[in-house]
C-alpha cells in the first residue's frame, strides 16, 4: 500500500521519536475518520514520554527537548510538537486550526480499515524500536507488561531477558512475586506447523502446543510440559497469555494482546491450542460534526508556574458575580479537585454551596448552556443508582439518568472538563445511591498514557457499550447537616475532602467589581490528577513526601485507640494535596497541613464514649501547639458538644 510506504520513508531518518510518537498517539485515539482532537493527541504525546520518564528510562537523547520531560510546561510541549512531527509529517498529517482537529491525509482515510491502523501501528513501533535501541533505550520491565499497547515490538532476545528462559522457546511461563503470565511467541504461517489466525479480526488464534520429533519423525506432545501446562492452567488460575506475533522469521514480534485459553484441539495427530483475545476496544466513537459550537472553542492550556495567577482569576471573577467566600476557599477547592475528583461541601443552608461549584465551574469556561455543568437535585426516596444512570420504563424503553448524559458528552469530549453538583446529596443515603461510584473511582488506573476506570453497570441499556468514570469528570456533592438529612460513612468520608463553609459575616457587603466575562475556557489537564499512587509521586519528590508524613502519622497515632485510623488511600490523598500546593505555590505549608487534618481526619470522629473525648483532647493538644488553627477551632466545638450533650460529630 503506497500510504504505508511513505509513512516508513518518513520515519526512517530516527533523528528523534517524536513522528512515531505522533502517529501512534493519533491511531490510538481518532475516529474511524481518521480525525482527533488537537489536545488529546497532545496529551497522548506527553505522557508517552512522561511515562518512561515514570519507568526510569532513556526519554530522549540529551539534545531534544522532551528529554527533560518533568521539567518543561505544556505550552513548550505543544510548541514543540506543532514545530516538529506535525510539521515534518507534512501532506500525511492535517491540521485544523480553526477546530482544534488533526486528521490523517485522505489516501489513508479512505483505507482506514482494522488491518490498515495495525499495519501502520507496526511500521511506526518498529522504527520507534531502532530508535531507542540506538540510543540506548530497551529493555521490558514487570511494569511494560500491565500496559502493553497493540503492536508493541520485542525481539526474542527481549522476552529471554525478561523470562530467563531460552530464546528459541515459544513458550514462556512467568511466575515472578509479583508478576505471574504466561508469554507467547507465534511465528504465523511457518511451513511445518503452521500456527495462523483463525479470525483475525476477533482475535481467534491456533497455536500449536510444544512437542518434540521422535526417530520416526512424528512429533509427540507431552502435555504436562511446563509450557503447555502453563497455558492450560492460565484461565483457572487467572494468568494473563500475553501473545506476540510476526510473519516471518527475522522480523519483530508485535504485541498481539492479552489472550485467554479456549480450547486444547488435535487435527491429524497435531495438538494445538485455541487462544481468544480479551476484547480490545480499538475504535474509538465518532467525533462531533466540526460545526459543533464546542469544537470551534479555544481551549486554554497553562503551566505550572500560571496555576496561581489562574486561580486568583477566578477568585476576582467570583467575587465580580457579588459572592464573598472566605479566603483561601477557592484555592482548597482547586487543591481537592486536582487531588481526587470528588469533593464534599458542606455547611448550614445558604452559605453558597452549590453557587460556589458553579462559580468555580463557569470561571473556567463550563456552564449550562455549553452542557459542561449539571445540577442533579438528589430526592429522599432514592434507594439505588438507577436514579442516576437511568431506567426501563412501562415501554421496555431506557430512560437515560443525568450521570448517564453527561457522562456519555464526557466521553466523547476528553479534552473539556465536565462538572456534575449533587445538590443536597445527602437528603438519601449517599451509600444507597452512590455507592458504585465510589468504588469506580477507586478502581481508576494508567492505561495508555491516560486514566481509566473499571466500566460502570448501566445494564447494557445506555447507547455507548461500556461507561466508564472519565478522567475529565469532577464531582462535587453539597450537603446539609439537619434533622432531614443522613450521615456520612466512613467509606465516603475516606474518598473526598469535606470543606466546610462555616464562617458566615452578614456585616460584609459584596464587592462593587464587575468582572463578568468567564476569564478562562480551561482545557482538562488543568485540573486531572497526574498521580493515582504514591508511586507516581517518585522518585522526584520523595524527600518532600518523606518530611510531611511524619504529622500525619502523629495524627495517626490519636486516632488508633478509636479504631479510626486512616489507610493509605487517605496518605496517598494527604501527599497528592500537599504536593501541588507546594509545585503551584498556593498557600503556605502550616495552613495546608492544617486543611487535610479539618477535611480528611476530624469528619471521621463521633460518638459518645469517653474514649472519644480522651481522642479529641490529645488532638486539640496537639494542633494548638503546633499551630494548626482551623482544626484546633473545630475540636473545641466538637469538645464542646461532647460536654454539653454527652454526643460529638464534626457536623454542626
Known amino acids: 500500500m503506497d500510504i504505508l510506504k511513505k509513512f516508513n520513508d518518513n520515519f526512517k531518518d530516527h533523528n528523534a521519536s517524536y513522528k512515531m510518537v505522533t502517529v501512534l498517539s493519533m491511531l490510538d485515539t481518532c475516529d474511524k475518520n481518521g480525525r482527533a482532537y488537537f489536545d488529546e493527541v497532545l496529551e497522548r504525546f506527553q505522557n508517552f514520554y512522561f511515562q518512561r520518564y515514570q519507568k526510569g528510562k532513556i526519554i530522549e537523547r540529551d539534545n531534544k527537548v522532551l528529554a527533560n520531560v518533568a521539567n518543561i510546561d505544556k505550552k513548550t510541549v505543544k510548541n514543540t510538537f506543532l514545530q516538529g512531527p506535525v510539521a515534518h509529517l507534512g501532506e500525511l498529517l492535517n491540521l485544523d486550526k480553526d477546530n482544534q482537529v488533526l486528521s490523517f491525509c485522505q489516501e489513508l482515510t479512505e483505507e482506514l480499515a482494522y488491518k490498515t491502523k495495525n499495519e501502520l501501528r507496526k511500521i511506526a513501533f518498529k522504527h520507534l524500536y531502532e530508535y531507542y535501541r540506538n540510543i540506548g533505550g530497551l529493555g521490558l520491565t514487570t511494569e511494560d507488561f500491565r500496559d502493553l499497547p497493540l503492536e508493541y515490538p520485542v525481539k526474542a532476545d527481549d522476552i529471554a531477558s525478561f523470562s530467563g528462559h531460552n530464546r528459541v522457546k515459544g513458550i514462556h511461563p512467568i511466575d515472578k512475586d509479583d508478576f505471574k503470565a504466561v508469554i507467547i511467541l507465534c511465528t504465523l504461517g511457518g511451513s511445518n506447523y503452521p500456527n495462523q489466525w483463525i479470525d483475525e479480526e476477533n482475535g481467534i488464534l491456533k497455536y500449536y502446543a510444544e512437542g518434540r520429533k521422535g526417530p520416526d519423525g512424528v512429533k509427540n506432545y507431552n502435555l504436562e510440559m511446563r509450557s503447555n501446562k502453563a497455558i492450560i492452567e492460565s484461565k483457572e488460575k487467572g494468568f494473563p497469555l500475553y501473545v506476540f506475533t510476526r510473519d516471518a522469521k527475522g ?46 472553542e ?60 458553579e462559580l468555580f465551574a463557569n470561571a473556567l469556561g463550563a456552564n449550562r448552556e455549553n452542557r459542561r455543568y449539571r445540577l442533579v437535585s438528589v430526592r429522599p426516596d432514592w434507594n439505588d443508582s438507577t436514579d442516576l444512570l437511568g431506567y426501563l420504563n412501562l415501554q421496555n424503553e431506557f430512560v437515560k439518568g443525568p450521570l448517564t448524559e453527561i457522562l456519555e458528552v464526557a466521553l466523547e469530549n476528553p479534552c473539556y472538563p465536565y462538572y456534575v453538583c449533587l445538590d443536597e446529596m445527602n437528603l438519601a443515603r449517599v451509600e444507597y445511591y452512590f455507592s458504585e461510584f465510589l468504588s469506580i473511582i477507586e478502581s481508576r488506573r494508567w492505561a495508555e498514557n491516560t486514566i481509566i476506570s473499571a466500566p460502570i453497570d448501566n445494564k447494557g441499556y445506555s447507547n455507548n457499550s461500556e461507561l466508564f468514570f472519565p478522567p475529565n469528570l469532577y464531582v462535587i456533592g453539597t450537603v446539609n447537616m439537619d434533622e432531614t438529612t443522613h450521615s456520612f460513612s466512613r467509606k465516603v468520608l475516606d474518598r473526598a475532602n469535606t470543606i466546610e463553609l462555616s464562617q458566615v459575616d452578614l456585616s460584609k457587603m459584596p464587592s462593587l467589581q464587575k468582572n463578568l466575562e468567564p476569564p478562562y475556557n480551561m482545557e482538562n489537564s488543568f485540573l486531572q490528577s497526574s498521580y493515582l499512587t504514591l508511586k507516581d509521586c517518585l522518585p522526584e519528590y520523595q524527600s518532600y513526601l518523606q518530611g510531611i508524613i511524619p504529622e500525619l502519622e502523629s495524627v495517626n497515632g490519636f486516632l488508633e485507640n478509636l479504631g479510626l485510623h486512616v489507610g493509605y488511600r487517605v496518605r496517598d490523598e494527604f501527599c497528592f494535596f500537599m504536593l501541588y500546593n507546594q509545585k503551584f505555590e498556593l498557600m503556605k505549608e502550616k495552613k495546608c497541613i492544617d486543611l487535610q487534618i479539618l477535611q480528611k481526619i476530624l469528619p471521621r470522629i463521633h460518638g459518645s464514649s469517653i474514649e472519644v473525648e480522651e481522642v479529641l483532647g490529645e488532638l486539640k493538644s496537639y494542633c494548638e501547639e503546633q499551630g494548626y488553627e482551623l482544626s484546633n477551632s473545630k475540636l473545641n466545638f466538637m469538645l464542646r458538644r461532647y460536654n454539653q450533650d454527652g454526643f460529638t460529630s464534626f457536623w454542626a
Open 251 to 296: 522480523e519483530l514480534y508485535h504485541f498481539a494482546g492479552e489472550f485467554e485459553y479456549q480450547t486444547l484441539e488435535e487435527e491429524q495427530g497435531e495438538v494445538y491450542f485455541v487462544l481468544k483475545r480479551k476484547e480490545v476496544n480499538q475504535d474509538r466513537v465518532s467525533l462531533p460534526d466540526v460545526s459543533y459550537e464546542q469544537n470551534q
Open 298 to 357: 479555544e481551549l486554554d492550556i497553562v503551566g505550572d508556574e500560571d496555576v496561581k495567577t489562574v486561580i486568583e482569576d477566578v477568585e476576582k471573577y467570583i467575587e465580580g458575580k457579588g459572592f464573598e467566600f472566605e479566603e483561601g476557599l477557592i484555592k482548597n477547592l482547586f487543591l481537592s479537585l486536582k487531588t481526587k475528583p470528588f469533593v464534599i461541601l458542606a455547611g448550614i443552608s445558604g452559605t453558597g454551596k452549590s453557587q460556589l461549584g
